[in-house]
């Protein structure tokens, strides 16, 4: 079965506590990203990957980190957490870059409370 | 930077009726992909519906059509005879033709009554 895997789905955490939030693929999928879904803000863009090694920014990089070193994993690191990351995370994956035509598949999403 | 807009932050709808949603978007891009994803309460994301801008038939998926106007740039979410189950928030998302991103409106969220 086709899958995008998140851990954790939930979690509450302290200020500047570094945290690591898994997605794995299962498709072999190039494409990978990660949004982050705030109220009256819809899906934002944080980081997203076109292969192994290659990575960029979104239009909300600030206070995350991403690495790519498989091909099917693809980790958002929070190094120094803040109240402000709050919210819902979705990682996505698809066969090539973007849209292109090709269905997008996202995880559960992983809800992550900075207190 | 393209944008896209869904004016109606919530919609009812009485059960077996007929409800559309609204989007507009702002793109100087002439290929693009456009996308209604629904969220019901377990926060999975669903994709409902797809439309290519170069195509000009409206694209349909059984109770779910969408009415595409890109010279106004709107796509609009009809969906007939609604259930129970098409509660949730339903997102409209664009994204350019070989682009690495999907850009979301804000959601809007469909009650469906009984």
């Known amino acids: 079965e086709a899958q995008v895997t998140q851990n954790p789905r939930y979690l509450i955490t302290v200020t500047g506590k570094k945290l690591t939030v898994t997605c794995s693929q299962n498709?072999?999928?190039?494409?990978m990203s990660w949004y982050r879904q705030d109220p009256g803000l819809g899906l934002r863009q944080i980081y997203y990957s076109m292969n192994v090694e290659v990575t960029d920014k979104g239009d909300v990089p600030e206070g995350y980190k991403v690495s790519r070193k498989e091909k099917r994993n693809f980790p958002l690191i929070l190094e120094s957490p803040s109240p402000n990351q709050t919210s819902l995370y979705f990682c996505?994956?698809?066969?090539?870059?973007?849209?292109?035509?090709?269905?997008?598949?996202f995880g559960e999403g992983s809800w992550l409370t900075v207190v | 930077a393209q944008t896209v807009t869904q004016s109606q932050p919530e919609m009812s709808v009485q059960e077996a009726e007929t409800v559309t949603l609204s989007c507009t978007y702002d793109?100087?891009?002439?290929?693009?992909?456009l996308f209604w994803y629904k969220q019901p309460p377990s926060r999975q994301m669903i994709l409902v519906i797809r439309?290519?801008?170069?195509?000009?038939q409206n694209a349909t998926e059984n109770r779910f059509s969408v009415n595409f106007q890109k010279a106004a740039k709107s796509f609009s979410l009809k969906i007939s005879d609604s259930q129970l189950g098409d509660a949730a928030m339903y997102f409209c998302a664009y994204s350019q033709y070989g682009g690495n991103k999907l850009v979301f409106g804000a959601g809007t969220i469909l009650r469906v009554k009984s």
């Open positions: 439309q290519e801008a170069y195509k000009q």
């Open positions: 996505a994956s698809s066969l090539e870059g973007g849209a292109r035509g090709n269905t997008i598949y």
């Open positions: 793109t100087s891009e002439s290929d693009y992909y």
């Open positions: 498709m072999n999928h190039e494409y």
